[in-house]
């Protein structure tokens, strides 16, 4: 199934991604994020643990109250004294991917568009995610929330199966959507939003950050597409916007210059706002392999979980 | 290359159409879908307009066929430049010196000569110069004299003395361009000096001076805030007390100065003798009217002024006319006589009426003496039968210059040896059953019902005709009214120096009502005014204006009279036709002669145009503009020789061939895009 990509440089030696183009051609998400996740996790020598961890954190004393069967009984041999035993965290995390499915999603300058790459990389996180027997649940919004599949460890399929079937629909708004789940995820797990991201840097942070209120760990993927990035139209035409329908007149040679240094500028912007408030930020190009993308991501994580 | 319509090169701004169609054009074609404008509407406007222009060569062509079409209706033509105009030389000068009567205000004249004797005095060697005074007409003092003789155009001017007209600028630059037109030196020079009226202006009135003339005003100014006051008009209402006709005066002031007048004198003056004063007080910038007491008319041209004391512009002060007894028409009315006189109606319409009185005597047919035909100006046959003597005679009466009114009724005849009636008579048509006839399709243009001629001014067709006799106009008859059938009414022959008319119907009750309708006074009058041939003696004349010598004489009285100017001069008045003059003096001309040779024939007044004392300023380059206009219009070519209606045409036709370059143009450009459409 892996092709050589040319223009993708290798990260790893000797590994080798595969085309995004090839991938949405399978259509069998199953079979897709299987095929990116064992690959990926056939590369990597040491797979990375996705937030939830069993590790003992400490003991305190018990209180009434406490549930008896949580008391350190060896411990209460050797000291005669009650003590129970705290875990840093829950064994299974609730994994949830976020998943923009406005109408600017879908768009694609290279035989895949924005969504069906949201789509793939979905499906791979949450299979990766269900090899550690994690819960994983998916909610697809636009301007409201569209399809809530709450988290859980058997609804690999139904995740699965909502991916497949979801299409872009209407124009699309951050904010009150993700206020709704904000207050939904009442236990503390892993957030995945999944989006490009159109709107003002602030208005993005505001109504993405309400989501890690919880505690929740809160992951962005910003995605793009090559021309979204490098604006490389030759003829002077009306662009229409996809979302609002709305043309205008556009000459590419004379503003692509302007165009290009507003969207780094406005990349630029999420990053530094997103690291500001301890948020996982990446901008993924819908030409690069995926399972490279994953790479880069989940190493740069486990880099970063270390200094932590 | 100038242009005759340069305003049309506005129209240049369509270029921006064809521009704007071609950045517009191909973005219209196909539509890019894009997830988000957010970035895109974040770049200023400018540089998103600033858009990319397909097929440059169909943009020039198309740019380039409208530049043309416009630059064709610019109307574009080639002048040719006069070599004389650039180049130095000797000069050819004409000084206009304005001696209206208005340079007499204040120090206005001394200057004025000061200018022209420097305008002289800046005569080089070889020059030459010319002396033109002008105000309502223009005069040449002395034509085209070289530098030498300046004495002699000095003393030109010297003689010079304001005059009584008014001021006419297109007269003097007419003259001047003729003078100019003759010169041989390379350059000319126009000096205009005047006090620039405004009245004096009326547009251009076809004075163009030869190309490359240069014309130099002078203006004569100053403050004209002396007291200045005009006597404009006065109006003279007659009245008859005790047989004794008298009038009342009543003139008209104006105050033309800042400056109000007060305790000022308005004297009425008769025959040379002051008769009345009134006080006069004017406001500023005001006008005002002062009557006097009415004075009896006592004799013939007898001469009246009303004088306005004296003030900065003495010449408009005093207003003279001339007034006589009004004499009266001599109406002789032809009539059968007997107990129920048919003359009645007509006798007592004609005893009404001061402006012109009418004097009518009743005659039979057979007692109408020659003396009484030598007395009348005009005779009414009022339904007889005409002897062929009597006949005759009245056609003599009419050759010589009298009146005739026939009215034919049942009664009437008329010789067949005397050939004056402007129609043959015929038999009586009856209508006395069925509906009466009625007068209509009246000649309103013709002086006896010129008076009807507004609406509601009388309705002829309101009386009603019983019975006329059917005539049959002559050949050099006009008919001025006709019955409602169509037969002429009223028909008009002249005849010698008379006129003759002849109503087909009766003038008293016989065979119509018309005597018992509102219209029968007028028409009567009016009939009788025209017949006697009689005009309101105008009581005076305005400088400028023409005096008719033959005024107030007879035919017999014309050999040997001379006219006698207000300032004295004696203008003998020749047989052959110089018996018109212009007036050029105010005052009072006489034209005197008859058998004595030197009996006062007739008195005319004279008086200055009040519109002259009206000292408005106009800028002077009005008319420099006007008249030199000429040398950038191409309506003088070179040498001051106008140019032909052709040459002009080859001068300007150039639109012509812009125009049609541009249509060419224009068809490449239907090729061009119709294969580019294909491609």
């Known amino acids: 199934m892996s092709l050589p990509d040319a223009h993708v440089p290798s990260a790893i030696p000797g590994a080798r991604f595969m085309d995004p183009v090839v991938l949405a051609r399978i259509g069998n998400l199953e079979l897709v994020s299987r095929a990116v996740v064992d690959g990926f996790i056939n590369g990597l020598h040491k797979a990375p643990y996705f937030g939830a961890s ?39 995390s609730n994994f949830s991917v976020l998943l923009d499915v406005s109408k600017s999603m879908d768009y694609g300058s290279r035989g895949i568009t924005k969504l069906d790459y949201a789509r793939i990389l979905t499906a791979c996180l949450t299979n990766l995610v269900h090899h550690q027997k994690d819960r994983v649940g998916l909610v697809t919004f636009d301007n409201a929330v569209v399809e809530h599949v709450p988290p859980s460890a058997k609804h690999m399929e139904v995740v699965l199966h909502v991916l497949d079937r979801t299409k872009a629909g209407r124009p699309g708004s951050l904010r009150q959507p993700l206020h709704d789940l904000a207050e939904h995820f009442g236990r503390r797990g892993v957030l995945v939003v999944v989006s490009d991201f159109y709107e003002d840097p602030e208005t993005v942070v505001d109504a993405v950050t309400p989501l890690r209120f919880r505690g929740n760990d809160l992951i962005v993927f910003h995605i793009l597409d090559p021309a979204e990035l490098s604006f490389g139209f030759a003829d002077a035409s009306a662009f229409e916007d996809l979302e609002t329908g709305e043309q205008m007149p556009v000459v590419p040679d004379a503003m692509r210059k302007e165009y290009v240094s507003l969207v780094r500028a406005h990349i630029d912007a999420l990053q530094q706002r997103f690291s500001e408030v301890r948020v996982d930020y990446t901008l993924l190009d819908t030409s690069k392999p995926l399972d490279y993308a994953l790479f880069s991501y989940l190493s740069g994580r486990e880099k970063k979980m270390r200094l932590r | 290359m100038s242009f005759i319509a340069p305003l049309f090169f506005v129209a240049l701004a369509a270029l921006a159409i064809p521009v704007l169609i071609h950045l517009i054009q191909r973005e219209k074609k196909q539509v ?136 006419r600028y297109a007269p003097a630059l007419k003259v001047a361009g003729s003078l100019l037109a003759e010169s041989p030196l390379p350059r000319r020079e126009v000096i205009l000096i005047s006090d620039f009226q405004r009245g004096g202006w009326r547009g251009e009135e076809g004075a163009r001076l030869p190309s490359g003339t240069t014309l130099t005003p002078t203006p004569i100014g100053g403050a004209t805030d002396q007291p200045n006051v005009t006597v404009t008009a006065v109006s003279l209402a007659r009245s008859t007390f005790e047989s004794q006709e008298r009038m009342a005066v009543t003139a008209g002031v104006v105050n033309r100065s800042s400056r109000s007048l007060t305790a000022g004198q308005l004297t009425l003056e008769i025959g040379g003798r002051p008769l009345q004063t009134e006080r006069l007080d004017v406001e500023a ?36 006319f001339v007034v006589s007894p009004v004499r009266p028409i001599r109406v002789i009315v032809v009539d059968r006589g007997g107990s129920g006189s048919a003359a009645l109606y007509l006798t007592r319409a004609l005893s009404i009426g001061d402006s012109p009185r009418f004097e009518a005597t009743v005659r039979q047919p057979d007692a109408v003496s020659d003396d009484d035909l030598r007395r ?135 065979w119509s009502d018309l005597p018992l309708k509102p219209v029968f006074l007028p028409f009567v009058h009016q009939a009788m005014r025209h017949l006697a041939a009689y005009a309101e003696p105008a009581p005076w004349l305005t400088v400028g204006q023409v005096l008719d010598a033959s005024f107030g004489t007879d035919a017999a009285q014309q050999a040997g009279r001379v006219v006698l100017t207000p300032s004295g001069r004696r203008l003998p008045v020749d047989d052959e036709g110089s018996e018109v003059m212009e007036l050029t003096e ?12 030197d009996s ?79 491609t």
Do not use: C
């Open chain 2, 285 to 320: 910038n005001g006008s005002t009217s002062v009557t006097f007491a009415p004075v009896t008319v006592t004799g013939n041209n007898m001469r009246g002024t009303v004088r306005a004391g004296a003030d900065a512009l003495a010449a408009d002060n005093a207003f003279n």
């Open chain 1, 54 to 92: 069993v590790d003992f954190a400490e003991h305190r004393g018990y209180v009434p109250g406490d549930d008896i069967r949580r008391v350190d009984w060896k411990l209460w041999a050797r000291t005669d004294r009650y003590y129970v035993k705290e875990y840093e965290a829950e064994s299974n």
């Open chain 2, 600 to 678: 006062v024939l007739a008195v005319v007044a004279s008086n200055v145009d009040p519109a002259e004392s009206d000292l408005t300023v106009m800028d002077p380059r009005e008319i420099v503009a006007a008249t030199a206009g000429g040398s950038g219009g191409g309506g003088a070519g070179e040498g001051g020789v106008p140019l032909t209606p052709e040459a002009q045409e080859r001068a300007q036709r150039l639109w012509w061939y812009l125009l049609a370059a541009g249509i060419v143009l224009l068809g490449a450009d239907t090729v061009i895009s119709n294969r580019l459409s294909k």
């Open chain 2, 376 to 510: 009348a100006s005009v005779v009414v046959l009022n339904d007889v039968a005409v002897s062929t003597g009597l006949g005759r005679r009245l056609a003599r009466f009419v050759e010589a210059g009298g009146g005739l009114l026939v009215a034919i009724g049942p009664r009437a005849s008329w010789p067949q040896e005397a050939d004056v009636l402007p129609a043959t008579v015929e038999a009586p048509v009856d209508r006395t059953r069925g509906d009466p006839a009625r007068v209509g399709a009246l000649e309103y243009g013709h002086a006896v019902f010129e008076p009807f001629r507004a609406p509601r001014s009388g309705d002829f067709a309101a009386a009603r005709i019983y019975g006329y006799r059917a005539v049959t106009p002559g050949p050099m008859a006009q008919v001025l009214a006709r019955f409602d059938g169509g037969a002429p009414a009223l028909v008009e022959r002249r005849a010698g120096n008379g006129r003759v008319l002849l109503w087909a119907s009766t003038l008293d009750l016989a």
């Open chain 2, 586 to 597: 105010q005052g009072f001309y006489e034209v005197r002669g008859g058998q004595s040779g």
């Open chain 2, 32 to 167: 890019v879908r894009f997830p988000s404008l957010m970035f895109v509407q974040r770049i200023p406007y400018k540089s998103v307009r600033r858009r990319r222009i397909h097929n440059w060569l169909l943009l020039m062509v198309r740019l380039a066929a409208l530049t043309l079409i416009v630059m064709a209706f610019a109307r574009p033509f080639l002048q040719r430049q006069n070599a004389a105009v650039a180049g130095g030389g000797a000069r050819e000068v004409v000084v206009l010196l304005d001696r209206s009567y208005s340079m007499g205000y204040g120090d206005r004249w001394e200057r004025a000569r000061a200018a022209a004797y420097d305008a002289i005095g800046g005569l080089g060697t070889g020059e030459r110069g010319s002396v033109v005074l002008f105000s309502s007409g223009a005069e040449i003092a002395l034509r085209s004299t070289g530098a030498a003789d300046r004495g002699q155009l000095g003393a030109a001017v010297a003689a010079a003395a304001p005059a009584d007209g008014a001021t």
